[in-house]
T-cell receptor, first 118, second 113 residues
Framework: DSGVTQTPKHLITATGQRVTLRCSPR?????VYWYQQSLDQGLQFLIQ???????AKGNILERFSAQQFPDLHSELNLSSLELGDSALYFC?????????????????FGPGTRLTVL | AQSVTQLGSHVSVSEGALVLLRCNYS??????LFWYVQYPNQGLQLLLK??????LVKGINGFEAEFKKSETSFHLTKPSAHMSDAAEYFC???????????FGTGTRLKVLA
């Protein structure tokens, strides 16, 4: 158990709908990262927040948005869903910012939310 | 820009045999390199990481990796495969000053009895 929790575990919805995925980081971690894992695209970085502020963006679609709240949990909002959005969405957390020297920057991954768009 | 290439999307080894999973990276600055493992229906777990210092890095579950700058490689090895090693393995690169890791496409390891 990494200490990162994600809800829900599974989500099935229809095209055109909107869903919200939730992530609670490990206690003491300030950074939250969102990744999308699909069969054709692999593991893609979407977005990162550090202490409530957006710090990095990856291949995140405009239909997707995220935020990190004062209690440090994060939500990923996916709207106007398409069939191709079906994937496993992972949240990860770390104490600091990725890429630094210290052990602060190890990312711990949650179990993921499996989204199926029908 | 950084990138990671994992050679071989599927690797099969016999139980007790050497495990070798290949990872090559591209980075214009000194990289930080990571190997993560993903067991079925689970999140990713860090196996080992290279930041600076010793180029041979030991991780959990008997895995190790060697950073070879001249070859831009960070291959993962384990002397003797166990059935429990069957999983998907991801190599990732991060660099100081950036806030994200770039992951390879993954290598699925199958261990044959």
């Amino acid at each position: 158990d990494s200490g990162v929790t994600q809800t829900p575990k599974h989500l099935i919805t229809a095209t055109g709908q909107r869903v919200t995925l939730r992530c609670s980081p490990r206690s003491g971690d300030l950074s939250v990262y969102w990744y999308q894992q699909s069969l054709d695209q692999g593991l893609q970085f979407l977005i990162q927040y550090y202490n409530g502020e957006e710090r990095a963006k990856g291949n995140i679609l405009e239909r997707f948005s995220a935020q990190q709240f004062p209690d440090l949990h994060s939500e990923l909002n996916l709207s106007s869903l398409e069939l191709g959005d079906s994937a496993l969405y992972f949240c990860a957390s770390s104490k600091g910012l990725a890429g630094g020297l210290s052990s602060y920057n190890e990312q711990f991954f949650g179990p993921g939310t499996r989204l199926t768009v029908l | 820009a950084q990138s990671v290439t994992q050679l071989g999307s599927h690797v099969s080894v016999s139980e007790g045999a050497l495990v070798l999973l290949r990872c090559n990276y591209s980075s214009s600055v000194p990289p930080y390199l990571f190997w993560y493992v993903q067991y079925p229906n689970q999140g990713l777990q860090l196996l080992l990481k290279y930041t600076t210092g010793a180029t041979l890095v030991k991780g959990i579950n008997g895995f190790e990796a060697e950073f070879k700058k001249s070859e831009t490689s960070f291959h993962l090895t384990k002397p003797s495969a166990h059935m429990s090693d069957a999983a998907e393995y991801f190599c990732a690169v991060g660099t100081s000053g950036t806030y994200k890791y770039i992951f390879g496409t993954g290598t699925r390891l199958k261990v044959l009895a």
